[in-house]
């Protein structure tokens, strides 16, 4: 199973105020699995383009600023699975991130992710 995600930060982000707490929002998804197969574990990725300082955010179309993501409060690194309980899937968060040092330019941002749910 994949779903494209979908954040909103609000109309407007102040590119002063990206710290990676501010505008954090929940990622909203939902699990339909078939019954397991026994022997079978859940996983849940995250596949979309890293940026080179923060190994748990989505680079957008603005190089110092990601997207850093987290499930039950913990980095989701990207583009690794992990094991997960479909009764209790973890909670799944985004939050704007700039590199450490940098000045953010005003404009929109936008990243394409996949989030991929599998039985291994």
Known sequence: ?????????????GIN??????????VNYTL??????KGWDLGL???????Q???AA?????PDLGIHLTQD???????ERIAISPDSPPVIQAVPVK???STLPEGAFEVSATLLAEYQ
């Open 32 to 37: 339909v699995c078939d019954a397991n197969l």
């Open 1 to 13: 199973m994949t779903n494209e995600l979908r954040f909103f930060f609000g109309k407007n982000v």
């Open 17 to 26: 105020k990206v710290d990676g707490i501010n505008y954090t929002e929940s």
């Open 99 to 101: 590199r450490p040092g």
């Open 58 to 62: 989505l680079q957008t179309n603005i």
């Open 53 to 55: 300082f923060d190994e």
């Open 73 to 79: 409060g913990k980095p989701f690194k990207l583009n």
């Open 45 to 51: 990725s995250i596949i979309g383009p890293k940026t």
